[in-house]
């Protein structure tokens, strides 16, 4: 069924969402998948499309029934399909090139053999009225439908809804009837009960059955449709498409049964039930095998309906399909409905009457089966004789009379309908023609109005110049329209006064404001003339203070000239020129200054006075113009630029005159100081006049060789120095100074650096100790790595004690390491810059930092060995933990079978071990356990040392008091179970002889004393109730298998945040609240604990207090159970 390279399931999918316009989802289009033996058929239900539900052929996998089943669906929407507007190109989701049809995809749709791949044209088989009718109109419009082709109105009434449906788009008088449908329980049934008389309606009608059952119109589109290839169908390539396939008769339309000569031998003949038998076929079989009546007629011969629905719910059809769909689909058919998509059987026989006995195909593809048999029901053989009915045959002829009556009552009913709706159609006609006149003679009304009001308007354009023109045109156009506009002549002679009345005042209104506009024109020229005049008086004004500035400018141009280089030799000459100079700028700047303040202040008013009117004859006074505002502001600025610059000049040079001056006066003090050493006035001087001007100067005295460079470089073969080479001799004297003064420093130096290493020595022997401890130390750290590197290993591998002892040894070790490294640390701390030279300092404190690197290198290596030893002692501790549990539970164990050898309670075991004292110590435990024999299961190489029963007294000892109280001793020893069912605790072992003390619930505890023991077929113990203390006998499993009793109930689950406390009384006075307040310990919800000692009421407080041990920490105390209100804080687990 399903068609190769396609997939029906994404087809129906994308027909789903255009159809709805909506997103589809997984609850919108449901698959129910069936299997029967091998064979799997599915069932889609489209609760997008209103819940229509199609069923496909069988498959032999679910995803090939599934496909089967939505393209049965697809071929039943076949003209909805086509109905549907070609998708926008490049709108939504991308499509692979070559795309088309329904949503891009290449859609072709193959049935059952009397139902072709090109098409199906036959009425879908849906129980759905709206959508029927769809199709059906669909079919007679010949085009695709429109929301405007069914109109329906629906009322609300006392027993629910009631809709009636016209379809304006069907031809003739059919466009104005009404069907009327009857009462449904919403809005949407009634819409298609009025759907199913109108449907009923059309399928009755002679010419519509000729509309539905035409030939499709040939398309003449090339390359619309669904498919690819130059073939018949929806494709693209060329030729003509062709619609889908050939109709059937009319749904509901009945048929004279055919009246051939005689029948054939090999049918059933005129029965009214026949039976099918046989079929081989697993899954079709079941579902054909029956009796089937005949229900009516399809292209002229006799269907039958089975009585009973198949396995799956599914109505099975014998029917005839003639050869209008080509020679392959026309026989006898077996199949849920009448020309549908899905058949279980064929027969290729198109000349019989009525159906064949033998030589059924089923399934429809396969060889004909010997071993199915059509026959008449109750056993009769089939009739030699088929074909029509007969008058030997009453029941047929009854049955045929009565359809033809109900189709006769049909046509009655649609004739009455047809002739109450043509009265309604003659008085609607009567009074469309009413209203026509009335709309034309308003119409009419309308226009003139319309031609009057456009004159109107021009009212609102007016102006003063055109006022009497536009006033006349509508005075004319008032007389020739007015009477015209009939009932609008009220309203439109009210218009046309207020428009008048209103142009009038328009042109008052524009003729005052021109009237106001002259005079406010002439009032702005006056101030404009006003505003020149006063312009021109200022201009003149600022003209003279702008000529003071230029005249101030050029004579300090002039004052700047008495500033000579030569007349100023000293610089008290150089100051008092430039000071008066100075003061004389002052001045000038002044006159500039008053030009630009008044531009400042005035310019505004100069600027804003508007241009004279110009004259023919201003290009001749052009020349005779005063200056400009702009050329005034400019040469101001410019006066008062150069007197600025002037200034600057000035400081300039009086920076350079007191330099000359300067120079000039040493030159002096060198002359007179060369005079001052020439003794012998011969303008020169010698070495000893060289010596004293060296000793008297500059306190130095020049050594031999110094005086003879001094000759050699300036003297040469003279006599001495002159006066010109003096500056030279004095250079000369400071280089020898500066020598002599090198060797004196350089001896220094020399002296200081011997001190300097000898300090450095003494503080290397400091740094020598300390790096001596810090190594010496690293060496026992080192070590320590060494040894703690293998520990994880050695973990796994030794016992407890082993670890511990040897845990103990690294923790001495570290200690004694971290001593020697935190002396060595403490020495490098202390060493310090304060008592070694400000030389040193640098160097000391780099290696200050490297001692206390090492420092805490080594601080970082003990912390790991550290780390180390601890987890190795905490393994060594979780190991040992186990093995005192083992050993414990080993002696538990031993102490058990004690109780059960001796047949004793756990508090006499006690007070056999204690004797008169109070609680167990660890030697009397160790004895006591050390003489008891092996309990059962125990190895005989297994034994329990001292040592090994003292290390498991740790397991009674939970307080860590050093004895174990009875309490504990007890708790320990006594075996719970956990009542899990209701049970009855009675008095003796037997059920038969004994008596109901009383009823066990579910989640109460109790402690084994005897037992378990079988009695019969019951297992049963002897046991003390938590609850109440009482003792009996319980029932531990039934002998159906009921269990009452599990192991347990000493363990319970906290369920409301409480407190652990030591002692039992909770409400301590205010001395011992704090001490109370330090032993608290808050349990969370979900922590588990075991019981101690079972709870009891606190008098006072009415609290319920229980003694017990809290697993996750071993801490033992009293918690609070119940409140005083009730409230439990613990569950059992």
């Not at 077929?1017 to 006998?1033: K, S, V």
């Amino acid at each position: 069924m399903a068609v190769p390279g396609q997939d029906a399931k994404s087809l129906l999918n994308n027909f789903c969402q255009r159809f709805t316009k909506k997103a589809i989802g997984k609850n919108d289009i449901i698959y129910n998948t069936q299997c029967f033996g091998a064979q799997f058929q599915s069932t889609v239900t489209l609760a997008c499309i209103e819940n229509l539900q199609y069923a496909g052929a069988t498959a032999s996998n679910k995803k090939e029934a599934e496909q089967n089943a939505a393209l049965i669906a697809l071929q039943n929407h076949a003209d909805q399909i086509a109905n549907l507007p070609e998708p926008v190109p490049g709108q939504g989701k991308k499509r692979k090139v070559g795309d088309a049809g329904l949503g891009g995809i290449p859609l072709i749709l193959t049935g059952s053999p009397h139902m072709p791949a090109s098409g199906i044209n036959a009425l879908p088989a849906t129980g759905h009225n709206k959508m029927a009718l769809n199709v059906a109109l669909g079919r007679v419009l010949r085009r695709p439908l429109s929301k405007e082709d069914t109109v329906f109105q629906s009322v609300q009434t006392v027993g629910g809804w009631q809709a009636t449906l016209s379809m304006p788009g069907l031809p003739g008088d059919w466009a104005s009837l009404a069907w009327a449908g009857e009462v449904g329980q919403s809005e949407k049934e009634a819409q298609d009960l009025a759907c199913q008389q109108a449907l009923a309606a059309i399928q009755a009608d002679p010419s519509f059955q000729q509309q539905l059952n035409a030939p499709p119109k040939a398309q003449t589109n090339k390359g619309k449709g669904m498919g690819k290839g130059k073939s018949k169908g929806f494709g693209k390539g060329k030729g003509k498409g062709k619609d889908w396939g050939q109709q059937q008769q009319s749904w509901g339309q009945q048929q004279q049964w055919p009246q051939p000569n005689g029948g054939a031998a090999g049918e059933v003949g005129q029965a009214q039930k026949i039976r099918i038998t046989g079929c081989r076929q697993e899954v079709v079989g079941p579902i054909i095998r029956g009796e089937y009546t005949m229900s009516q007629m399809n292209h002229g011969k006799p269907a039958y309906k089975k009585e009973a629905q198949g396995a799956n719910g599914l109505m099975v059809m014998i029917y005839f399909w003639d050869e209008r769909d080509g020679a392959a689909a026309s026989g006898w058919w077996i199949g849920p409905t009448i020309g549908g998509n899905m058949v279980w059987g064929h027969h290729p026989n198109r000349t019989s009457a009525t159906p064949p006995t033998g030589g059924w195909q089923a399934p429809h593809s396969s060889p004909a089966d010997p071993s199915m048999v059509v026959a008449p029901a109750g056993g009769a053989s089939p009739s030699g004789v088929g074909g029509p009915p007969r008058p030997g045959q009453p029941g047929l002829m009854a049955q045929q009379q009565a359809q033809q009556a109900n189709i006769q009552a049909q046509a009655q009913k649609v004739a009455e309908a047809k002739a109450q709706q043509e009265q309604m159609r003659v008085k609607k006609e009567a009074e469309a023609k009413v209203k026509a006149e009335e709309m034309k003679k308003k119409q009419g009304e309308q226009q003139a109005a319309m031609v009057i009001r456009k004159d109107i308007m021009k009212l609102k354009a007016l102006t003063p110049e055109n006022f009497e023109k536009v006033a006349e045109e509508l005075a004319v156009t008032m007389g020739t329209e007015f009477e015209k506009c009939g009932s609008l002549q009220s309203s439109i002679q009210t218009e046309n006064d207020k428009a008048l009345a209103a142009a009038k005042e328009k042109v008052e209104q524009i003729l005052e404001m021109r009237k106001k506009n002259e005079e406010r024109l002439k009032e702005n020229e006056k101030k404009r003339e006003e505003a020149r005049e006063k312009s021109v008086e200022l201009l003149a004004e600022l003209g003279l203070l702008v000529e003071a500035a230029d005249k101030a400018a050029t004579a300090f141009g002039e004052s700047m000239k008495s500033l000579s280089e030569k007349s100023l030799l000293t610089e008290s000459a150089v100051n008092t020129a430039c000071s008066k100079v100075e003061g004389e700028a002052e001045a000038f700047s002044e006159k500039a200054k008053e030009a630009l303040d008044f531009i400042k202040e005035k310019g505004s008013e100069i600027k804003a006075a508007p241009p004279a009117a110009s004259k023919k004859d201003d290009k001749d006074k052009a020349a005779e113009a005063p200056p400009t505002f702009q050329q005034l502001s400019a040469k101001a600025s410019a006066a008062k630029g150069s007197i600025a610059k002037d200034l600057r000049m000035v400081k300039t040079l009086q920076t350079k005159l007191l330099k000359k001056a300067s120079a000039s006066e040493v030159m002096k003090k060198m002359k007179a100081v060369f005079t001052k050493y020439d003794k012998n006035k011969d303008a020169m001087l010698d070495r000893k006049e060289i010596a004293a001007l060296a000793k008297g100067e500059y306190k130095f005295t020049v050594p031999e060789d110094s005086l003879d460079l001094i000759f050699k470089a300036i003297v040469g073969e003279g006599k001495g120095v002159k006066a010109d080479d003096f500056h030279r001799l004095i250079c000369a004297v400071g280089v020898a100074r500066e020598r002599s003064k090198d060797q004196e420093r350089k001896a220094e130096r020399e002296q200081g650096e011997a001190e300097l290493a000898e300090a450095k020595k003494k503080v290397q022997a400091v740094i020598d100790e300390i790096g001596t401890a810090l190594k010496a130390a690293s060496t026992d750290v080192t070590e320590l790595g060494n040894q703690t590197r293998a520990l994880p290993k050695d973990g796994k591998e030794m016992k407890s004690q082993a670890i511990l002892a040897r845990a103990a040894e690294l923790e001495a070790s570290v200690k004694a390491a971290a001593e020697k490294a935190k002396v060595a640390a403490e020495q490098a701390e202390k060493f310090g810059c304060d008592e070694v030279e400000k030389v040193l300092e640098k160097w000391v404190k780099a290696e200050k930092a490297r001692m206390s690197n090492s420092a805490k290198t080594l601080e970082l290596q003990i912390s790991k060995a550290k780390t180390a030893v601890s987890t190795f002692k905490d393994q060594g501790t979780k190991k040992d933990a186990a093995e005192v549990k083992e050993l414990g539970a080993k002696a538990m164990k031993r102490l058990r079978a004690a109780l059960a050898e001796k047949k004793v309670t756990p508090l006499e075991l006690f007070k056999e071990v204690v004797g008169s004292k109070e609680t167990i110590s660890k030697e009397a435990y160790v004895a006591f356990v050390g003489k008891l024999p092996k309990a059962a299961g125990e190895k005989e190489d297994e034994t329990l040392s001292d040592e090994d029963l003292a290390r498991a007294f740790a397991v009674l000892d939970e307080e860590k008091t050093g004895g174990v109280p009875s309490e504990t001793f007890v708790a320990l020893l006594r075996s719970m179970m956990k009542v899990v069912k209701d049970v009855a605790l009675t008095g003796t072992l037997s059920l038969q002889d004994s008596k109901a003390l009383r009823r066990m619930e579910a989640g109460e505890a109790l402690e084994v004393l005897e037992g378990p023991v079988k009695e019969g077929e019951l297992t049963r113990l002897r046991g003390r109730a938590m609850l109440d203390g009482q003792e009996g006998w319980v029932t531990v499993a039934g002998n159906q298998g009921s269990i009452f009793l599990k192991e347990g109930g000493s363990t319970f689950k906290i369920v409301k945040e409480t407190i652990l406390t030591e002692c039992f009384e909770i409400d301590a006075p205010a001395s011992e609240a704090r001490k109370l307040k330090e032993t608290t310990r808050k349990l969370k919800t979900g922590e588990l604990v075991e019981v101690r000692e079972w709870g009891k009421k606190q008098e006072g407080t009415g609290l319920t207090r229980m003694k017990c041990k809290v697993k996750s920490d071993g801490l033992v105390g009293w918690i609070t159970t119940v409140g005083n209100t009730g409230i439990k804080f613990v569950e059992m687990v």
